[in-house]
């Protein structure tokens, strides 16, 4: 009862509200973030395994039943970013991309902001032609997937110079043992290391987490979504913003992870341990958003399955086959055994090629949105140049409120 009384207590101050019914969905809502804020304060001290929670409920100012006119004063900001490193894939587009799309539209969300992430992406890329044409691609590719440049905030990471800034004032605040927690960030260093031969590992990688959160609080954002390989960089997010506001007084909010109701990791389709990757080497294990019906037909088809012939969903025991169940249920919209049912009787060879004829009908409108938008050069300028106007003015907001903070203004 006493932790129910705190989520009362602290939706109230949130919202500023003197009395609120809360109903069981917004008290589930806050107990998360009252757990999280809890746990958040000791997890680097207490324990080598960082907290990991799923927080639910992706229309959360619905559930707690406030009005129309609360939702657009009081909503959530949602900030997402994705590097420049390649072409969109699949993964990306049924895993981000479409709840972003989402997000637009829903009434408990007051803002999106999204950001296409070159600074991130100079730890892999140091090509200046390169790093060009992928933004481009970049842009092209989102907006062609649906997002809209007037109902979000997209920007180039590099045109906020704030990005830096806060994040090298955040560094000051964090240390090395608690980026070495991170699991993802390890295998990422390692990775590196070893594909690229490099001798010294670069600053830039280890700085990399931080600069992570320092694009989320620049915009105090409230949520951000996260798969479940992100939640670990969400918590250290939390807790830096906590650090802050307790060393220099109340100035972030502590962000909260919001997971997509509907949605599932989408594996390579060459090495089904991993997740489907734009840096993976071979390009036969992702489908890209501007593949051709020919193309997807063939990586569909050299997707990796096993001996048995029938369709099956069992992620642990067939991983390969329960991949291109998950592909066709995040398509389709049907549940995978749903997908099972509905194609039973077909071997797997036979499945792949209606999981193509599938992926191919849905993916045509956006390749060709994709490649009209790549030849519209000055369109996707215009886009950039507006969304760093926009960007901007929240960016510098938030600085002068953190340099006020740390003593740098008077």
Known sequence: MALITACRQQFRRYFNFKRTHVNRYAVNYLFVSTFETHV?????????????????????????????????????RIYSGIQPTGSLHLGNYLGAIRQWIAYESDPSVRQTVFSVADLHSLTTIQNKQHISRNIKVMMASLIGCGLDPKRSIIYRQSDIPFHGQLCWILSTLATMPQLYRFAQFKAFIVQIDKSQGMKDIPLGLYLYPVLQVADILLFKSTAVPVGDDQLPHLQFARHLAHRFNSTFGDTFVEPTAISPALTGRIRSLRIVDKKMSKSEASEKSRIEMTDSSDLIREKIRKAVTDMRSEVTYEPES???????????????????????????????????????????????????????????????????????????????????EVNDAIGSKS
């Not at 559930?63 to 609360?70: D, I, K, N, P, V």
């Open 318 to 400: 067939r991983p390969g086959v329960s991949n291109l169940v998950t592909i066709y249920s995040l398509i389709s919209g049907l549940t995978p055994d749903e997908v099972c049912r509905q194609n039973v009787g077909l071997n797997t060879g036979q499945f792949k090629l209606v999981l193509s004829d599938l992926v191919i009908q849905h993916l045509k409108p956006i390749r060709e949105n994709i490649l009209r938008l790549m030849d519209d050069e000055l369109y996707l300028e215009q886009v950039l140049n507006e969304g760093h106007d926009r960007a901007l003015s929240i960016a510098q907001q938030t600085m002068c």
């Open 40 to 76: 958040h304060r000791n997890w680097v001290k207490e324990t080598d395994k960082p907290f990991s929670i799923r927080s639910v409920k992706p229309n959360l100012l619905n559930c707690a039943g406030l009005s129309t006119e609360s939702m657009a004063s009081h909503g959530l």
